[in-house]
């Protein structure tokens, strides 16, 4: 996609064609969704440590700012689970949780984060998310699932704890558990009881009473909003709240503020890499939720434009008394199985919750808290997945240590520091693989033109030519390993007149190696040894060519390895059926 | 090498044969390397902003050191300029030049770095130096150069001026130069005229003169031996010393005192990153060095080894007063050419600097600190290589880029920032590189059974098969790059009905790359299209063998591409002598 104002308004694409059925359809699709999204954001404003309608401004301007950048047609934006804990954690460190100083930093954090997004848009970045490998955001995930878990036990206790990390979250809860509220525990015990009920069984019950199945599905996601309506009908019945059930209490209705940022140099500076993280989590978390969702509907999405999409609804959250959104797993699939067609969807959904601010926030006055925090256990209790660590395990010992890493520091230490660990892990894990680098011996598959691992396959070698093929670029961290592999190889054959290094797994030679390359010639020439490249690839090959290492070179450069055989030991060649006498390599 | 009692103590390997040849060649080494050493000890330790009889200590006991545990048989080792700057700079941070802390803080970076190069060594971790690309280590040594010569300056003029960069040198040596002692500055600048005379012209002269070469060379390389015993006479005999003319002064005489450092475990750790540096560049130095002497004469040295006999030299320099130590380049080639056959030249050479310090110490009392100035600056001029600059730039931008960093940093912010900044800049742009891979599209070179790229060969192509060559591992920074390649491909190409990816040079499918391929197929499946794999290799098919991707595959592995068309196109593979139509890819 070349320069091009849709790439910036992507909302162009759609909205020419938009007639009467996709208003329709998007309008339906907004009235589940809003349901969902505002128990929900509350839920997820609490988990920042947030007062709850922050998590309501949160759902209406970004969802906006959305629908007019972003490429996705169906992702919902707003509070995410583990976007508010990387919120509450960032926010922690420079105020304390409630304080108005914690809630101007949310808001930074997501103009930060907006601001973030947006340069990485400009600058072309979206490929620094590649960097988070399947295997470290498996592992974060599901650590920041067992954390945020942890951490709403004391809604569901009625008991003060707080902390960062498990250690001291258990240590939080260890030493308050004697407050424990049994009132309320017994509502936060039946509500995730409720909820897990209504997660597995519902859906199957309702599909057996006869409902089709998208209604049964839409149903029973709206498990959450019928045991918020009747936890407050009981608590406002029997004045639960006075009998120490902690709710939500009054929400200041009325339109979102809005709200300019403070600018202090240090806060924004101390606050930059929470931010840098959160926004790349949140990019990775929605872009895959939206490429999921786009091949379902054989449509594409742009994830440079995303960064663009998101970086507005951002900006737009923190100039709205909000805090970080990305666009979220469940709401997401909520949305595109309800039928909407176009970001219009998050527009009308947007317009729900401003409703719902207007008008209806008395009802949310006696929600008891610990209803909330079920409904973020029972949520995040899908994230988490330790069977992962099991399959990572059999297909990769690198790719389980990188998870392992990631969701023991996640644990232990907390979600930045765990999250910046597991990527240094996987890419120190990458880099040291690449330095020694495997190396084969091959020889010509009978038959064929075919050369492959002497140790692996039955095929034809001579005794003057040592044909050696290196899996990997040669770059520094790896220029001496070769060199000292080849001068053993050459140590233990004296009849060796020739080495071809098959360059076919050679994507690169920086001048580290080059050097390498070049003193390695050197010592096989005075050894009487010759030495010989084949299958360099063109890029490769146009770099050798502005240096002197082609001309000062003893042997050839060949096309290819049937070529450079037929040129040093034609006997080698001999017998394309297959007739010649095999060598089997040991 | 397996493990052995001679991997623990080389020396046995030539002890066994020593002889009276050896032992008067290596006499004789041992004269010609202490005459140098001498004054080259007194400088670095000025150098690192110590008194200069603590370059003495450290010329002793590391020398027995390194000959019982090193395999060089060649490298003399002692204090080095590089390191020297290093430990200027890490003793620096801790404590003042000049004071007694300074002093102790060098003795805990000797001991602490002779730790951490036997722990290196114990845990095999010799490959850790491969991490300093040559280009960082090409960069790191000339922006050295230009700081030490530059830090000089004070001594070459008489003033005082400090510090560890070049803005704070300048400013320095620009706020004082009103004190410029000119009796200083004409004994220096007479210093360095004549040594860069000695180094240019002397040999010359004397090969016309009749001498033979060695004994030209040796005796051109005691040029700063003269230069000291001149300039010392000429203090001693005009009192210069009473007209602010800076000296060496009195040197406590007597053996070395056993000094073992204090523990303070929060110094140590902060001292711990500068030792890790110091270990990894006089590592590098010295393997270096010591690979390129025994290249001449065909021994051999063991990196990994060499990690012991370093590490025990600097423990060895801890203990005895000194200062952290490592093969210097100059020392070794004079040892070298002197003719030293074992490391006992270098216990030898330490029984001179003992001898010296014992009975001759009051030589150096009025030797000029200009001169010892202007020895490191004629030393260190030859390090300085900014040609490399060009040429690097010529062969690759990006080991340019990493060697303009490490220059730049190494002025600017001082050396361990720098390095530090090089290997993470070298490293970034390797990954980067191979997170988006060169890809091409194959076709067969007629006449052969090799498939190149359709864009720079004549190739046969057909229509309905796409062969594409992935020219990188396959990993989590790169996988979602391939899949968008491939998407892009088959979009473009509506007759296509096989996709077959060619992975000679895919040397690791992490397990990132693994779901990517996976959806690929999916995707490519439900678009009509086969997936096919060939080429790959032993060690990545073991892999693929304990998942389920082979039995969900649409397509097949195939040994060659050959046998991939073969059986996908045979059209495509008629016409083994090239007869058939030659399609040239766009």
């Not at 424990?180 to 209504?198: E, K, Q, R, Y």
């Not at 006997?571 to 006498?581: E, I, R, S």
Request: hydrophobic letters at 55%.
């Amino acid at each position: 996609m070349s320069f091009d104002i849709r790439r910036l308004l992507p909302f162009l694409d759609w909205a020419r064609t938009y007639d009467r059925r996709h208003l329709t359809n998007d309008a339906v699709a907004a009235v589940v969704v809003t349901i969902m999204l505002v128990p929900q954001s509350l839920a997820y404003a609490m988990l920042a440590g947030l007062p709850p309608h922050i998590g309501l401004y949160a759902s209406i301007l970004p969802l906006v700012a959305y629908a007019l950048f972003g490429t996705s047609r169906t992702l919902a934006v707003g509070p995410v689970a583990v976007v508010s804990l990387m919120t509450a954690a960032a926010a922690g460190s420079v105020a304390t949780p409630g304080s108005p100083e914690f809630v101007a930093a949310a808001l930074i954090l997501a103009v930060e984060s907006g601001l973030i997004l947006t340069l990485m848009g400009l600058l072309n970045l979206g490929f620094l998310a590649n960097f988070l490998s399947h295997s470290v955001i498996s592992g974060f995930i599901t650590a920041s699932g067992v954390l945020i878990a942890t951490s709403q036990m004391k809604h569901i206790l009625g008991i003060k704890a707080s902390g960062d990390t498990m250690p001291e979250l258990v240590t939080g809860i260890a030493a308050t558990i004697g407050g424990t509220n049994f009132i309320t525990l017994g509502i936060g015990a039946a509500a995730i009881a409720f909820l897990f009920w209504v997660r597995k069984r519902l859906k199957p019950l309702l599909r057996r009473l006869g409902l089709p199945a998208g209604a049964a599905d839409i149903l029973a996601k709206a498990g959450p909003v019928f045991a918020v309506a009747a936890s407050t009908a009981l608590v406002a019945a029997l004045a639960l709240d006075q009998a120490g059930v902690k709710v939500v209490g009054a929400i200041p209705s009325g339109l979102p503020p809005l709200t300019l940022p403070v600018f202090q140099a240090d806060l924004w500076l101390r606050l930059a890499l929470p931010a840098l993280l959160i926004s790349i989590v949140g990019f990775v978390e929605s872009v895959s939720v939206a490429q999921t969702l786009a091949a379902k509907r054989r449509q594409r999405i742009d994830a440079n434009t995303e960064l663009f999409g998101l970086g507005a609804a951002n900006i737009a959250a923190g100039l709205t008394g909000g805090y970080p959104v990305t666009g979220g797993f469940t709401r997401s699939v909520v949305n595109f199985d309800a039928g909407a067609e176009t970001p219009l969807a998050g527009v009308f959904t947007a317009a729900g919750i401003l409703a719902t601010i207007l008008f209806f926030t008395p009802f949310f006055e006696k929600l008891p808290q610990a209803v909330l925090a079920a409904t973020i256990i029972v949520a995040v209790f899908s994230l988490v997945d330790l069977g992962a660590l099991g399959r990572t395990w059999r297909y990769s010992k690198a790719d389980f240590a990188a998870m392992a890493v990631t969701i023991a520091v996640v644990l232990l230490e907390g979600v930045e520091i765990g999250i910046v660990s597991g990527v240094v892990v996987s890419l120190a894990l990458f880099l040291y693989r690449t330095s020694r680098p495997h190396m084969a011996i091959v020889g010509r598959v009978p038959g064929t033109e075919h050369f492959r691992n002497v140790e692996r396959h039955k095929v034809i070698t001579g005794e003057t030519v040592l044909s050696v093929r290196v899996d990997e670029s040669l770059y520094f961290a790896n220029a001496r390993f070769l060199e000292d592999r080849i001068y053993d190889l050459i140590a233990s054959r004296p009849a060796v007149k020739h080495v071809v290094l098959l360059c076919s797994a050679v994507n690169m030679i920086d001048a580290s190696a080059l050097e390498s390359l070049e003193a390695m010639d050197e010592r096989l020439k005075s050894a009487g040894v010759t030495f010989h490249l084949s299958e360099v690839k063109g890029p490769v090959m146009d770099r050798l060519k502005a240096t002197h290492f082609l001309a000062h070179l003893s042997g050839r450069v060949f096309l290819s390895q049937a070529e450079a055989m037929a040129a040093l030991d034609p006997a080698c060649m001999a017998g394309q059926g297959g007739k010649a006498p095999v060598a089997v390599g040991a």
